[in-house]
């Protein structure tokens, strides 16, 4: 079971990983492995014992999600029973999922410092001052960027979708310009799980994508299995 405290003060998420006890089966030690941990039991988040289940609290940032397990006694993997999402790995077994929405931090704001007295000049008789208002200056919209749905390409899951957005690939413009080659480094550098992934077809994918040509896109995802 997750629950979630998102912080006020920083763009994090404190998480609540709690595993009831007949989900240990009699295990001595439960530690909580992921994408946050490199997925290494030296690292991994020791969850501790009460009546009924052991808990863990771990932050993390949010606006991701994040794929985990509880690892029982270094030797038995066990999904949380209420995880927010399920993703099937290559290996063929399913990941637990944390997904934390995306916050925003207000600044708090600056004491203004107090303006230096100066000294004034007494004022001539029947001098009026008059005081001019300064003008206002208009706001600025930013433009937001544009955001593509990337697993519509056949071949890019969810995980897959935010690597590539953590590289700046957020649209299917961006990604029917990137390198084959240069894909392939992301996929190998986010691990062994997604170096066997081949991003050959993505570029051609995301330019007709990008065109707004479904009907062709659909005719090219006909001729390919798993995005080769």
Request: hydrophobic content about 40%.
């Amino acid at each position: 079971m997750l629950k979630k405290q998102y912080l006020k003060n920083k763009p994090s998420c404190k998480v609540t990983f709690s595993l009831p006890k007949e989900a240990v089966n009699g295990g001595s030690e439960v530690r909580i492995l992921g994408d946050f941990n490199n997925w290494a039991w030296e690292k991994g988040a020791t969850m501790k014992a009460s009546k009924s289940e052991y808990k863990a609290v771990v932050e993390l940032s949010a606006g991701r999600q994040y794929e985990f397990r509880y690892l029982i006694d270094g030797t038995t993997w066990v999904n949380d029973w209420k995880a927010d999402a399920y993703l099937t790995t290559p290996f063929g077994v399913e990941n637990s999922v944390v997904a934390l929405e995306a916050v925003t931090v207000k600044a708090a704001p600056k004491k203004a410092a107090a303006p230096a007295k100066k000294k004034v000049a007494p004022a001539k008789p029947k001098a009026v001052a008059k005081k001019v208002a300064a003008p206002k200056a208009k706001a600025v919209k930013a433009t937001p960027t544009k955001k593509d749905d990337l697993k519509k390409i056949e071949g890019v899951g969810p995980k897959i979708a935010q690597i590539l957005q953590e590289k700046g690939i957020l649209s299917f413009a961006d990604l029917g310009k990137a390198k084959v080659t240069t894909l392939k480094s992301y996929l190998a550098e986010a691990g062994p799980r997604y170096k066997m992934h081949q991003p050959g077809t993505w570029p051609k994918q995301a330019k007709l994508a990008a065109k707004g040509d479904w009907d062709k896109l659909a005719k090219l995802q006909d001729e390919l299995k798993g995005g080769k």
